[in-house]
């Protein structure tokens, strides 16, 4: 479970994150929001990457604890390594920092997204596979909260459909993801709770099968909730 209350993130002046209360509990919960709109920011305060205010717990841990890292797995918007080292190495590397002796359920999500070249170094791999990277280090231990902040980015096919089956076998098996994504045909399909957040503030959560029921897409939903309904057709107009 995730429980995040009353956070703010400022960067200086940036308000970057105004007030924000959500729970995920044994869910896939969607974080939906225009750029600039916070999420990358409310992930960083999980990981207590930022400085923040507020109250973080992932399933009962204050999220200030470094035990807490072991219960989190998380794919970052943009993945950066340490560009000379092998993803074979990066592995070796990130299971000694966790503690993580038993490194087959690393071997073996290295067999399932193909990961051919875990034996180069990190610079000379393709977005696609650079993510995968970012995938096994993010599952490897197992976390009960996985994070995906745009991990289908830059994905193939068969590594999407792959992605799709591990959130949902992480949610069977009693865990939690928090997914932060643009794409609203992923949302839509993959989310159980969808959290509108606009300028640093959640202004609305919804579910797919609300939408359903109302006959409404959640492109619709997001663009009314954060009124971009409004300055769209004011830029169409202008635009005819
Ligand atoms: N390191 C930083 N220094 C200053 N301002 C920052 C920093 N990081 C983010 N911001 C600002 O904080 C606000 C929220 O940014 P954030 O990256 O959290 O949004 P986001 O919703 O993830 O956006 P996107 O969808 O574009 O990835 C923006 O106004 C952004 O410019």
């Known amino acids: 479970m995730l429980k995040v209350e009353a956070l703010k993130v400022r960067y200086g002046d940036v308000l970057a994150v105004d007030g924000l209360t959500f729970q995920a509990k044994g869910e896939v919960y969607c974080l939906l929001g225009p750029n600039g709109a916070g999420k990358t920011s409310t992930v960083k305060a999980i990981m207590d990457a930022v400085p923040y205010e507020g ?133 839509e399909k993959m989310c159980t709770r969808i959290g509108i957040i606009n300028r640093g503030k959640l202004v609305s959560e919804t579910t797919p099968s609300t939408l359903r029921e109302h006959g409404e897409s959640l492109e619709d939903f997001f663009l009314t909730t954060t009124g971009l309904d409004e300055s769209l057709r004011e830029v169409l107009k202008g635009l005819e």
Do not use: C, W
Request: aromatic residues 10%; hydrophobic residues 45%; negative net charge.
């Open 55 to 187: 109250y973080i717990e992932v399933y009962g841990v204050n999220a200030k604890e470094p035990v807490v890292k072991n219960l989190i797995g998380y794919v970052p918007e943009q993945v950066a390594f340490f560009e000379y080292m092998k993803p074979k190495e990066l592995i070796e590397f990130m299971a000694a920092l966790r503690g993580l002796n038993d490194l087959s359920t690393a071997q073996k999500l290295v067999e399932a997204f193909n990961l051919s070249n875990v034996d180069q170094p990190l610079y000379t791999l393709s977005m696609g596979t650079r993510q995968k990277v970012a995938i096994v280090l993010a599952l490897m231990h197992s976390p009960k909260l996985l994070i995906l902040d745009e991990a289908f980015n830059g994905l193939d096919v068969f590594s999407a459909k792959l992605l799709k089956e591990i959130v949902t076998n992480q949610v069977r098996g009693g865990g939690t993801v928090l997914f932060s994504t643009h794409v609203m045909e992923i949302a």
